[in-house]
Structure formats: structure tokens, C-alpha cells
Nanobody, 112 residues
Framework: VQLQASGGGLVQAGGSLRLSCAAS????????MAWYRQAPGNQRELVAT???????NYTNSVKGRFTISRDNAKKTVYLQMNTLQPEDTAVYYC???????WGQGTQVTVSS
């Protein structure tokens, strides 16, 4: 399986971005997925998770601003990020948590 993340970029504080993570393989609908992020000098942190049945969970700092979702037909998981703040600046990674497979990162930079 391979994961391809995209959608990062530069945005002003208060703006929005949508990240996408496209998966290869035929069993996407059975696996749980997650988004992580890593800011310079910090450890990688879990941002949001979604199970194969669509149950979601978020780290406290993004609750109410970020939404994780999935489209099994497109084998893609999304992270809609609203009301972005400079502290959200990081490299964002998607992960197949069922098999511990990571996608490459996509940079999100939020300017103040």
C-alpha cells in the first residue's frame, strides 16, 4: 500500500486548507486512518483519526476547527482545516494505522 498526501500550502491566519491522502490497494474501506503533524523542533503529534466505520477523534487543539473524513470509493481520507492559526504550521502526514504505513508529508504554513 502507498499513501500520497497533498493539499498543503501557505495560508493566512483564519484561512482554510483541505488536505487529501490517496491510498493504493483494494482494502482501504477496511482500514483506519489518521493525520499527524510535526512542527520544527517538536515531536510528531496525532491530529485526528477515523475508523473504517467513520468514527472520528481529534486532539483537543483542533476540535471544532478540523474535520477528518473519508471517501472509500475514492480511497481517500481528507482533513478539512478551518480557522487556521500560526501554531498549526507543520508538516502533515497521513497514516494507515491498521498497517502502520505513512505517507509523505505535506507542508502547511500559516502566516500571522
Amino acid at each position: 500500500v502507498q499513501l500520497q498526501a497533498s493539499g498543503g500550502g501557505l495560508v493566512q491566519a483564519g484561512g482554510s486548507l483541505r488536505l487529501s491522502c490517496a491510498a493504493s490497494g483494494s482494502i482501504f474501506r477496511f482500514i483506519s486512518m489518521a493525520w499527524y503533524r510535526q512542527a520544527p523542533g517538536n515531536q510528531r503529534e496525532l491530529v485526528a483519526t477515523i475508523t473504517n466505520s467513520g468514527i472520528t477523534n481529534y486532539t483537543n487543539s483542533v476540535k471544532g476547527r478540523f474535520t477528518i473524513s473519508r471517501d472509500n470509493a475514492k480511497k481517500t481520507v481528507y482533513l478539512q482545516m478551518n480557522t487556521l492559526q500560526p501554531e498549526d504550521t507543520a508538516v502533515y502526514y497521513c497514516r494507515d494505522t491498521s498497517r502502520n504505513v505513512w505517507g509523505q508529508g505535506t507542508q502547511v504554513t500559516v502566516s500571522s
